[in-house]
């Protein structure tokens, strides 16, 4: 019943690292979202994405790749991971102005 | 470009007193504006939202959030605080495909018993 979900919940993982962090909606919705939310709760847009487009925030370095297998599905890959990387990564999928958000993923880089 | 501001970082109320959080938006056209809450470790949910219509709107939990446009402002209350609704709340400000939805930086609320 979950709408959109997220694995792992939990990642700790050594810098240099790669890792994915998996995203499923079941709301039929068209457009998906990463987020990271910092240590101080601050909450950014990492990407969009519909089955046409995907806009990247300038911001995010091109280590972080959003990966679509299908509507449903958003994934994020990170290559080299970096202690700054640690935080935690909210999914989200969209409807009409109205995002829905995933449990979120705590990743701890070490 | 857009933006959310949310003038404070922290606030503490008691239970059974009201609330206001306070959220000031800078937006271009006419906003779609929400507010989120956050329990500790846990997901955002949806507390309300305002696309259009009566500017006085109504949510979950109690809550309610006004839309001045002359302000700026989509400010929450909340006649009588429970020591559930410790947590932090967002406000945030989209359109309608939600490539630009903003967040602000968030209020922590606590609740003293």
């Known amino acids: 019943d979950t709408a959109v979900s997220q694995t792992p919940k939990y990642l700790v993982t050594q810098m240099g690292n790669d890792k994915s962090i998996k995203c499923e909606q079941n709301?039929?919705?068209?457009?998906m979202y990463w987020y990271k939310q910092d240590s101080k709760k601050f909450l950014k847009i990492m990407f969009s994405?519909?089955?046409?487009?995907?806009?990247i925030n300038e911001t995010v370095p091109n280590r972080f790749s959003p990966k679509s297998p299908d509507k449903a599905h958003l994934n994020l890959h990170i290559n080299s991971l970096e202690l700054g990387d640690s935080a935690v990564y909210f999914c989200?999928?969209?409807?009409?102005?109205?995002?829905?958000f995933g449990p979120g993923t705590r990743l701890t880089v070490t | 470009a857009q933006s959310v501001t949310q003038p404070d970082i922290h606030i503490t109320v008691s239970e059974g007193a009201s609330l206001e959080l306070r959220c000031n938006y800078s937006?271009?056209?006419?906003?779609?504006l929400f507010w989120y809450v956050q329990s500790p470790g846990q997901g955002l949910q949806l507390l309300l939202k305002?696309?259009?219509?009566?500017?006085l709107v109504q949510g979950i939990k109690g809550f309610e959030a006004e839309f001045k446009r002359s302000q700026s402002s989509f400010n929450l209350r909340k006649p009588s605080v429970h020591w559930s609704d410790a947590a932090e709340y967002f406000c945030?400000?989209?359109?309608?495909?939600?490539?630009?939805?903003?967040f602000g930086p968030g209020t922590r609320l606590s609740v003293l018993p």
């Open positions: 989200a999928s969209s409807h009409q102005g109205e995002q829905y």
């Open positions: 937006y271009g056209a006419t906003p779609y």
């Open positions: 305002y696309f259009s219509g009566d500017t």
């Open positions: 709301l039929g919705h068209d457009t």
């Open positions: 994405y519909n089955n046409k487009e995907l806009i």
């Open positions: 945030a400000v989209g359109a309608l495909y939600g490539q630009n939805f903003v």
